[in-house]
């Protein structure tokens, strides 16, 4: 039997005894073998332990083969960290538990899983909150940030998260138990003098060993960085335990070994519980001045002003993220303060108890700024506003990403540290070393704690960008050597700066702090190779150099990139990670299943190794893709939220149809995908499908033969459709003397299910004076998008865009009830059409409006009256469509439903509301669709008082909440026709 036989049988056997999972399929793994770094490597297993037996199993596993233990999170780390070919150990779904808050003493306990923002939502209630915060706070979990030494924004006020690491429990890697915590020099002479032999006795032994040596302690002062430097994670910080008091006689530090857990990125000890001192809720009042400079040093030297004026938080943004944040949606509405094209920009944030104080402070600070010649631009931000530009800043790394070709912003030198008075200098000389190389770099973040996130940009593709990637390293590392910086401030040395760390703190300390690993893990069972023993930072990176690939012939136009290139614009930053709680839409799977396998991350990850790496002639057939992409719902809530602009609806509906050429299309998919033939035959004999589907027996029958759920309804169709009483009714009888026209998209979906909201959309349009004109078209082609029949949906585009082109304009626009048809004519059709069509598509797209758009506008130019609407008192809950969120937006739709005097909106702060389209209809979708729905929406629906009303403008979403609450939710036209007087 080989090896690899052997130890399949033994992964087997271990699977069995563990109450939680283990997988060792190649799925999982591949999912696993990245992070947000550079690098790749494939892992033996995944494991998700239930709980800390599953632990100490995993431990006697990997002691008795020889492999290693990989502690994980949420994978954001930007060095390798989490990278490694032992067992991952994702702990992010199971170890998730806020266990213990004393106010009193203020301190809260936590298990490694627990989110960072999630854990200030439950301290918010308390008066309290965790003071460190990483730019992606809202997924990054305390575990990881513990083990990174995470800081933040706000770290010139509140530090590391080692200065907030107060206890930790967990096990060593020879399975036993361990606490650390403060211990007096009496208790700790008496762990370090005791008589047992055990693994904890011997580290404390040791580590009593190595700093009470006087040549020690003096070659530790002499090589790690400045102690001036807040933030310095290189190596483990053994010059922190010495300057303790049984170390330092004339300190008051007591010896804890937290000090060393932090920053040394699971390769110790496997956390289980954390304890951590919690700070008062900073001030009420906060502004932030967006001081606007020419140049990134000239932002750096008022970063020295602006240092005087205590604030709480000092970041910059160069010139590149700015630019950046006007090719993404989001972003883009969040540059709102942006005067010109600044060089850069510094954030400086005021914090105290009153806006008056901070008005004055910020007066005083510009003025002192402007009479040293420095900055041209110092808007004052208060509120909601704050927050947009907070958002931007943390956007910063993943909008980094967006570059459409093979070029990244790399992360490589990025987390370099200083003291804050050596910064200028620091950047010029760092720019010079990147200038001599022809290269330049992105420079964003902690300005105000010494530390300038900088990345330069590099191919990894190619053996220059390889070559480029280690010759960068070694010039940087040399130059933060001369300022006797930290070559990593906050994000780690993994495997990234593990190989500098010698010429950072010596020969004798790096000998030093390679001795303690092994003195902790003699096996070397804990996240091998990081920090110690690394391999060379240019080995098993993400990308070959050479790296050679088919180009690939799409159906869909992915611009300036093929659609390798699109997917590879996701970097791991795991935005996608983030749960209802953070509200948004992306990813309703993930937010549902809370499994790494579901994130928008992992569906990139999968496409991009598969289209890399396989043997296929069609690289695209994929049982692997098409497992991961299952739980996609196409929802679009990547496109937007996604700071890389990485839109998985897209990527999907490209693999299903390269996938379906190799396969053929599934019966279900080739009925969804003609869900308007399919109703239209059905339409000519209306009664007998009613007949069927809505008799609950009948219809779970009919359900079950399609592939639908049998608990789920059916949408009814009308006596007539939407088109045919027009036709009859309307268009005959059109005011053609009205100036004002409009086009309306008669939808498939409207046309044969929702024909009293058609209905009601046209006499409310004409009751608002609009002429109101159905013209030819076909289906917008939604069905068969959805499916990945995007050959299919290509007809239908062409065939629209020829028959609308001459029409549809400014003045006389195409207005869509149903969101997600409408809005493909924005989305879908510039990138879908044949290229002679590409300029009359995106013609065309300017002027297809939801007709909650067309009403806003309208109201915006006083075409349309208050007066024509009742005075009547009505509370309305808005869900947003997912489409409409993504490519339009909700604030047209809450404008016209408060335009009647007395009618107050309120969004929910859903994101999916789970059925996209067909999905939740679908058998083996059902119970993630309705799970989905039960995260805010349903919950958010069921509290309503009846005289409540429930607005919604997707034809999916309103049968959701039927099925999901029993209540009605009407479509925005219904509501504002009901408004009318």
């Not at 211990?183 to 002479?189: A, R, V, Y």
């Not at 969804?672 to 000519?684: H, L, P, T």
């Amino acid at each position: 039997m080989t090896t690899e036989r052997m130890l399949d049988t033994e992964l087997n056997q271990l699977a069995r005894t563990l109450e939680g999972e283990l997988h060792f399929d190649k799925v999982m793994r591949t999912l696993y073998a990245t992070d947000a770094s550079a690098y790749r490597e494939m892992p033996l297993a995944v494991a998700i332990p239930k709980n800390e037996s599953d632990l100490k199993k995993l431990i006697s596993f990997a002691r008795a083969n020889n492999t290693s233990l990989i502690p994980r999170t949420a994978g954001t780390s930007l060095a390798g960290q989490v990278v490694g070919n032992g067992i991952v150990v994702d702990v992010s779904r199971t170890f998730t538990q806020i266990l213990e808050l004393n106010r009193e003493e203020s301190w809260v306990r936590v298990q490694p899983g627990v989110v960072r923002d999630e854990l200030n939502m439950f301290l918010k209630q308390h008066g309290l909150f965790f003071g460190p915060e990483t730019s992606t706070a809202n997924r990054a979990m305390i575990g990881g940030m513990v083990g990174n030494n995470s800081c933040g924004s706000n770290s010139v006020v509140y530090g590391s998260t080692r200065n907030h690491l107060m206890e930790v429990k967990g096990y060593l890697s020879d399975g036993s138990y361990v606490e650390f915590k403060d211990l007096s020099i009496d208790e700790f002479k008496k762990k370090a003098g005791s008589a047992d032999d055990s693994l904890e006795t011997r580290i404390y032994r040791h580590v009593n060993q190595i700093l009470s040596n006087q040549q020690n302690q003096q070659e530790i002062r002499n090589e790690f960085p400045k102690r001036t430097i807040e933030r310095r994670n290189t190596g483990y910080a053994i010059d922190e335990l010495l300057e303790t008091e049984v170390f330092t006689p004339n300190s008051t530090e007591p010896f804890n070994f937290c000090k060393l857990i932090a920053g040394s990125e699971g390769t110790l000890i496997f956390i289980t519980e954390i304890k951590l001192h919690v700070n008062p809720l900073p001030p009420k009042f906060s502004g932030l001045v967006c001081v606007h400079f020419n140049s990134v040093d000239e932002s750096l030297r008022a970063n020295l002003i602006a240092l005087q004026y205590k604030p709480s938080a000092v970041e910059l943004i160069d010139h590149y993220i700015l630019e950046c944040t006007k090719e993404n949606k989001e972003q883009r509405q969040n540059r709102f303060f942006v005067q010109g094209d600044p060089g850069a920009i510094l954030v400086v944030e005021l914090s105290r108890d009153s806006i008056e104080e901070i008005q004055q402070l910020a007066a005083a600070m510009e003025a002192e700024m402007r009479a040293a010649g420095l900055g041209y631009h110092f808007p004052v931000l208060f509120g909601e506003d704050t927050k947009k530009i907070w958002t931007l800043r943390k956007a910063g790394l993943g909008l980094l990403s967006n570059l459409p070709g093979d070029e990244k912003a790399v992360a490589v030198i990025e987390d370099t540290a200083v003291d804050v008075n050596d910064l200028p200098e620091f950047i010029i000389d760092f720019n010079k070393i990147l200038a001599q190389q022809g290269m330049s770099a992105v420079h964003y973040a902690h300005a105000g704690s010494g530390e300038i996130h900088l990345r330069p940009i590099i191919n990894l593709k190619t053996q220059e960008g390889h070559q480029q990637f280690r010759l960068i390293a070694e010039e940087i590392s040399t130059l933060v050597k001369k300022y006797k910086g930290s070559l990593s401030g906050e994000h780690g040395d993994g495997r990234l700066r593990g190989e500098f760390i010698r010429q950072q703190i010596g020969d004798k300390n790096y000998d030093l702090i390679k001795e303690l690993k092994q003195v902790w893990d003699p096996q070397h069972i804990f996240n091998p190779n990081k920090i110690v023993d690394t391999p060379p930072m240019d080995k098993f990176l993400r990308y070959e150099a050479g790296q050679q690939t088919p180009a690939f012939k799409t159906v869909f136009r992915f611009h300036n990139q093929d659609i390798l290139q699109h997917a590879e614009q996701c970097n791991g930053s795991g935005d996608c990670r983030k749960t209802e709680l953070s509200g948004g839409t992306m990813c309703p799977s993930y937010m549902a299943t809370r499994n790494e396998k579901d994130t928008t991350r992992a569906r990139a990850n999968i496409l991009r190794e598969t289209l890399t790496r396989s043997d296929k002639l069609n690289r695209f057939d994929s049982k692997e893709v098409k497992e991961v992409m299952d739980l996609c719902l196409v929802c679009k809530g990547c496109k937007t939220e996604c700071p890389s602009n990485v839109d998985m609806a897209k990527l999907k509906m490209e693999f299903l149809q390269h996938y379906h050429d190799e396969h053929g299309v599934p019966v279900r998919s080739w009925l969804v995908g003609n869900y308007s033939k399919m109703s239209k035959i059905a339409s000519y004999v209306p009664w007998a499908y009613n007949l069927v589907f809505d008799n609950a027996p009948l219809r779970k029958i009919a359900n079950k033969l399609v592939g639908f759920h049998p608990e789920r309804t059916m949408p009814l169709l009308q006596k007539d459709t939407l088109k045919s009483w027009y036709d009859k009714n309307v268009a005959r009888t059109n005011d053609k003397s009205s100036e004002k026209k409009v086009y309306l998209f008669c939808d498939e979906f409207t046309n044969f299910n929702d024909v009293e909201i058609g209905k009601k959309t046209v006499f409310l349009l004409q009751k608002l004076g609009y002429q109101v004109v159905i013209p030819e078209h076909t289906d917008a082609g939604r069905a068969f998008l959805s499916k990945g029949m995007l050959k299919d949906a290509q007809k239908l585009a062409n065939k629209n865009v020829n028959l609308l082109k001459g029409i549809i304009n400014e003045n006389t626009p195409l207005i869509g009830i149903e969101p997600s048809a409408i809005l493909t004519f924005r989305d879908e059709y510039p990138d879908l059409v044949d290229a002679e069509l590409i300029d009359a598509a995106r013609e065309l797209a300017k002027n297809a409006l939801m007709v909650d758009e067309f009403i806003a506008r309208e109201i915006d130019k006083g075409n349309i009256s208050k007066t024509s609407f009742t005075d009547d008192k009505k509370l309305i809950k808005l869900h947003g469509h997912c489409q409409q969120k993504a490519v339009a937006s909700l604030t047209p739709t809450k404008k016209m439903l408060s335009f009647p005097a007395n009618y107050e909106v309120h969004l929910i702060p859903s994101g999916c509301c789970g059925m996209a389209g067909s999905f939740g209809y679908e058998e083996e979708h059902f119970d993630i669709s309705m799970k989905i729905g039960e995260l805010v929406l349903f919950p958010t629906v069921r509290k309503q008082p009846a005289e409540v009303i429930i607005a919604a403008p997707g034809t999916s979403c309103r049968h959701q909440i039927h099925d999901g609450t029993g209540r009605k939710a009407l479509h925005p036209v219904e509501i504002l026709w009901d408004a009318l007087v």
